[in-house]
T-cell receptor, first 114, second 115 residues
């Protein structure tokens, strides 16, 4: 099976702009989670989508939003970018491995806000 | 509330020596425990998990972890470290009774293996 893919891999944006990141999960996986990773804050959970519905949400401002399509592909949008949004954004899809669900991560999108 | 603690920001080990990366957790129900590794500029990769059964779990790349219920710990170990093991390691937990599959993540431990 192909792994989780994320596009683009690298982005440079200016403060105030908006950005859309894309994630394609492993075939058959219906859950997609998004994380923000920064050196100072570690791995922070943004939100999870399951069957096109947001199932869980972390503590991020409304500038961060997402959606999931019928083919389970997911997009994350950040509006009015701030310098502090510079981070590695990771997407993970969840699927059964044996008797439990495991998360499989994509390579991430490195966002730099200038 | 569920939580995970990785008490060491960084662990330094000489190549060939045994290594341990510590993790303690707090879960009200049955702990499902995971270790992931992240190499520079890469996503996280699954190493191993404990769900039930034998307290010693073996995973990828020669790593193993020991589940200790009384100490609520799940330390990651390897008998002989390699320079290539240098990476960022994350411990994660969730309550096995919870239908919400979201993991609670530790802050990560940077492992540095010196030649």
């Amino acid at each position: 099976k192909a792994g989780v893919t994320q596009t683009p891999r690298y982005l440079i944006k200016t403060r105030g702009q908006q950005v859309t990141l894309s994630c394609s999960p492993i075939s058959g996986h219906r859950s997609v989670s998004w994380y923000q990773q920064t050196p100072g804050q570690g791995l922070q959970f943004l939100f999870e989508y399951f069957s096109e519905t947001q199932r869980n949400k972390g503590n991020f401002p409304g500038r961060f939003s997402g959606r999931q399509f019928s083919n389970s592909r997911s997009e994350m949008n950040v509006s009015t970018l701030e310098l502090g949004d510079s981070a590695l954004y990771l997407c993970a899809s969840s699927g059964l491995a044996g008797s439990t669900y495991e998360q499989y991560f994509g390579p991430g999108t490195r966002l730099t806000v200038t | 509330a569920q939580s995970v603690a990785q008490p060491e920001d960084q662990v330094n080990v000489a190549e060939g020596n045994p290594l341990t990366v510590k993790c303690t957790y707090s879960v009200s129900g049955n702990p499902y425990l995971f270790w992931y590794v992240q190499y520079p500029n890469r996503g996280l990769q699954f190493l191993l998990k404990y769900i039930t059964g034998d307290n010693l779990v073996k995973g990828s790349y020669g790593f193993e972890a020991e589940f200790n219920k009384s100490q609520t710990s799940f330390h990651l170990k390897k008998p002989s470290a390699l320079v290539g093991d240098s990476a960022l390691y994350f411990c994660a937990v969730r309550d096995g009774r919870d239908s919400n599959y979201q993991l609670i993540w530790g802050a990560g431990t940077k492992l540095i293996i010196k030649p």
